[in-house]
């Protein structure tokens, strides 16, 4: 009798919780697909992000549950400026790169996964450009969390839950980013800017990575001063232009880094500082200036130093920062 009564005081709270769940999905399903003018046959979703917005399941042409930004922009009758490729997750972070339309690589995308959670965060690292809409796959369907705003980051996304108004989620297969113009604090005339030691310096696509900027070293103790070049797509310094400079002082086993700008000012920077050539996140190999150990964001500045102790031998820096109202001058 009380294994029975267990039983059925499991069932009907199982039953109230998917009931509340349905309640809060209809009332929100209505409010958005009128705002958003979707059709019946778009399916709201779950999870709800940290930013408040709902995902839709929504028709298309893949029958495994892959959705395109196409296919996005004609559910939410709105259109993207570029879209990423479809990127499968393979059991580690994701460093999403992204291309302009005449292929040259003018950012990333950084996705970290809990594997525990089954949810995800991004952020982007696009100059003028911020996430449309995420296409977050999992087993035979695909969240899509659109935003009427487009945002630099949001987290709490996940792919659709396995059972109604549960809260385990499908297992995260793969995830498309689809991007529109806007002024995320890295666009407006702002450029992703990275020092360059001179004979120091390695190009990042010397380890294997797709995005341009460099490490600089080995360096002994000592005094330094490295330029600073902004857009200076595939570490082509004639892309570019020359923002400012970059101050290395190594004494002891302290590093003092100063940013120096002079064309223009900064909104964030990021640096390493270490013994090897790449910085790690956790067993991985990592350039994106998000994983750097030292970062600084939300800036309005044209100096800034820190501070990095506990070094020893021979030591490597990646400076990285984003500079605004640049002044181009005319290439000779």
């Not at 108004?165 to 991007?179: E, P, R």
């Not at 998000?290 to 490597?316: A, F, H, N």
């Amino acid at each position: 009798m009380k294994k029975n009564l267990l039983k059925f005081s499991i069932v009907l709270a199982a039953l109230l919780v998917a009931g509340m769940w349905a309640c809060q999905k209809e009332q929100v399903e209505v409010t958005e697909k009128a705002e958003f003018g979707l059709s019946a046959a778009n399916i709201l979703s779950a999870p709800q992000s940290d930013a408040g917005i709902w995902p839709y399941i929504i028709p298309g042409a893949n029958k495994g549950g892959n959705r395109t930004c196409s296919e996005v922009g004609f559910a939410f009758s709105t259109t993207f400026a570029l879209t990423t490729a479809r990127v499968d997750y393979e059991g580690e972070d994701l460093e999403i790169p992204v291309y302009n339309m005449l292929g040259v690589q003018i950012g990333e995308i950084l996705v970290d996964y809990d594997a525990e959670t089954k949810l995800l965060s991004f952020q982007i690292y696009v100059p003028g450009y911020c996430v449309g809409a995420a296409i977050v796959k999992g087993s035979n369907d695909a969240n899509v969390y659109y935003y009427p705003v487009p945002v630099k980051l949001d987290s709490g996304l996940g792919a659709p839950p396995t059972t109604l108004g549960g809260n385990n989620f499908s297992d995260l297969s793969n995830i498309t980013f689809c991007l529109k113009e806007c002024d995320n604090g890295n666009g407006g005339g702002c450029e992703t800017a990275f020092a360059f030691g001179d004979e120091y310096a390695t190009c990042f696509d010397f380890y294997g990575f797709a995005r341009w900027g460099w490490t600089n070293g080995p360096l002994i103790h000592g005094s330094y001063t490295f330029d600073i070049y902004a857009a200076a797509a595939q570490c082509d310094l004639t892309k570019g232009v020359k923002v400012g400079t970059l101050d290395v002082v190594y004494e002891g086993t302290t590093a003092t880094v100063t940013y120096n700008i002079t064309n223009g000012y900064f909104t964030e920077v990021h640096l390493y500082v270490g013994n090897e050539p790449i910085p790690k996140k956790g067993s991985k190999d990592t350039v994106a200036p998000g994983q750097y150990p030292y970062g600084y964001d939300d800036l309005e500045d044209d100096d800034k130093t820190i501070i990095v102790t506990g070094l020893s031998g021979e030591i490597y820096v990646i400076a990285h920062a984003v500079v605004c109202d640049i002044t181009w001058l005319p290439k000779d």
